[in-house]
């Protein structure tokens, strides 16, 4: 997917754009339990890997791995060096993502007289009946979804064309999250790259050309991200408070054991259970039996209101790995439910196929701005 935004997404935050010489580019995944990297290369017309990479940011804040974090710029710089380092990067030309939870993404329907020069007046007005925050502190984009023909009937039955409304879709950045990523890039020597919304990057990376409406499920640590794709244009963006990180730190609490202890029970039993202890299995599902449900609750009402059906669920991030969630998300829904595999986008040795079909989730943002980086 290209992403349309380019005013704040290319003009504004390609701001260090200093022309490397390197063939390769590195996509970098800032979370807030980890940092994951991708790094790409061109060749024939190809995308072929050449290393990746994650490190946890729980150590860095005097945490166990797989903790959430709140680290100062500083301490991520330090992170983003070292992930490099470890990973085996090897260029500096590089594209950030912007994460989520620092944006809005909204539809703003308008009458169908309104004319595109008119929206840099009407888009600001429009975005305060969604921004929690004054507009001067942010960063506004917008565009326009091409219109279809609506039909529609007059008194006597004979069909007349409707003339649609105009359909825009609006992000809004927060400024000092776009100053923290640019504080970030210098302090980490990233000579070059752009930033974009972690969104983006992952559809780019993950959905293939599928015409009905999909949802992508981005199980993060902290959050799960839900977006509604319909001809490679977002439909609908929702944010659910809870991801892995809570998983894990549930199952410490009610067993009394370390994070760590709970990481390696989540990851080794997931929904398949542990033979000796029942309450493993309950307590995982009794997370994911919410996140599922308030998704459901999501599907539902875009199928009602716009009379329209999901026909496929994707599940991304790295909490798509747990053990028998795809059968739990497939007992929930209608729709067919797939793991994404964003590293099928690209050219690898075919002995690594299964393991990187095997993380493939954890690494669809930093893939999908490599991909973008290498266009």
Known sequence: MDNPFKK?????????????????????????????????KKKGGKALIETYGAIALGPYASLEVGQTTNLPVEQLAVAVRDVMRES???????????????????????????????????IPTEARKYIPVPVSEVSLDWWVIPKKDEISYDDMGVETAKKPKV??????????????????????DTESGFYEIEVFSQIRATLGHDLSPVLLVDFGASKTKLTIIEYGVVRYFHIINRGSYDISSTLSKSLSVSFTKAEQLKREFGLYGSSTDKSITEIIKSSIDYILSET?????????????????????????????????????????????????KVEAPAFLAPVLESVGPEFAVALGLALRKLQ
């Open 296 to 344: 459901n609750n999501v599907v539902l009402n875009y199928e009602r209101k716009y009379n329209k059906v999901i026909s496929k669920i994707i599940l991304s991030g790295g909490g798509a790995l747990l053990k028998g969630l795809k059968e739990s998300a497939v007992d929930n829904f209608r729709a067919e439910v797939v793991v994404g595999n964003p590293f099928s």
């Open 88 to 122: 085996g990067i090897t260029t500096n030309s590089g594209a950030f993502s912007i994460p989520s939870s620092g944006s809005l993404i909204f539809l703003v329907e308008l009458p169908g007289e309104v004319q595109e020069s008119q929206l840099p007046t009407i």
């Open 167 to 188: 359909k825009v879709l609006v992000v809004a950045i927060q400024n000092d999250v776009i100053s923290k990523y640019k504080d970030i890039v210098k302090r980490a």
């Open 8 to 40: 704040i997404l290319s003009e504004g935050l390609a701001f260090f754009q200093k022309g490397a010489t390197s063939d390769s580019v590195v996509g970098v995944d800032i979370g807030s339990s980890s940092i994951k990297v991708v790094q790409l």
